[in-house]
């Protein structure tokens, strides 16, 4: 019989106490361990993840990459899962990952996918429209690892590397409440505006006038959202508006940075 691999699972947490709960004990049937890096949560977070077995520690917040980086560094196991505070792993999936685990398979490649849904507040599972996107979350650190960008927070396998496929889903809750996607909306676009000025990238002026209404009608048709009817109105439009800040405020970063080229008063 074949031993099961070791998985560290780690996440990354900031005032999450009414959410991290779930995530610990969706990964609990398959994790070796449970790894929190907290950036100063000034609620319950770093009580209810100990309370759980988890191992907490505290760093300051460098970024999304480098928090994610730095977690990894922490893990006694080659073999990690990552979730972030607002996932769970769904019964299905971590059933198939213990599987996995317990098998040859899972060597059968390095870096596993797996499809990440939407689960909104008044829900309780993804719908079957649900939006969702595929991400490394089950890798070998020794093959690849979390970039260390700020703001992209993703696993960079090397060139050629195998990449396979989970079957089973991933439920993400990131909307608390509309108040609560507003703050993020305006938190994350201002990361997103200083990476892109880090990176030396300019917006086409058009893109002003455009950002809006393409992005909406993504959300509202690409993503499904019009299946959630009044609902998907609602988030299509903060998903636009989301991406119009991103661009509002690169460019006020560049007027800016132009005034004070010519010794403009400010």
């Known amino acids: 019989m074949t031993a099961a691999t070791p998985i560290s699972v780690f996440i990354i947490a900031h005032n999450e106490e009414d959410r991290i709960g779930r995530a610990i004990r969706s990964v609990e049937s398959f994790a070796d361990e449970v790894i929190v890096v907290d950036s100063g949560s000034t609620d319950g977070t770093v009580r209810v993840a100990e309370s759980l077995g988890a191992r907490v520690l505290v760093n300051p917040w460098p970024g999304y990459g480098p928090q994610k980086r730095f977690a990894e560094d922490l893990c ?24 996995l685990a317990a098998s040859v398979a899972l060597e059968s490649a390095p870096f596993w996918r797996v499809r990440i849904r ?59 409440s509309v108040a609560f996607h507003v703050e993020k909306m305006n938190r994350y676009s201002t990361m997103q505006a200083d990476d892109m000025a880090a990176r030396g990238r300019r917006i086409a002026r058009w893109r002003l006038l455009t950002e809006f209404p393409f992005t909406f009608l993504k959300a509202y048709v690409v993503r499904r959202y019009a299946f959630y009817g009044w609902w998907g109105l609602v988030i299509s439009t903060n998903f636009a508006y989301t991406r119009f800040l991103r661009l509002a405020k690169a460019y006020e970063a560049e007027l800016l940075a132009q005034s004070q080229t010519r010794g403009t008063p400010q």
């Open 76 to 99: 006694r196991n080659d073999w990690l899962f990552n979730l972030d505070a607002d996932e769970a792993a769904t019964p299905a999936l971590a059933a198939e990952i213990k599987a």
């Open 118 to 176: 939407d689960v909104f507040a008044h829900e309780s599972e993804p719908a079957p429209w649900a939006y969702g996107y595929n991400q490394i979350r089950l890798y070998d650190r020794s093959k690849g690892r979390f970039s260390d960008s700020p703001v992209h927070d993703t696993v960079r396998p090397p060139e050629g590397a195998r990449i396979a496929q989970l079957k089973a889903a991933m439920a993400h809750r990131s909307i608390r």
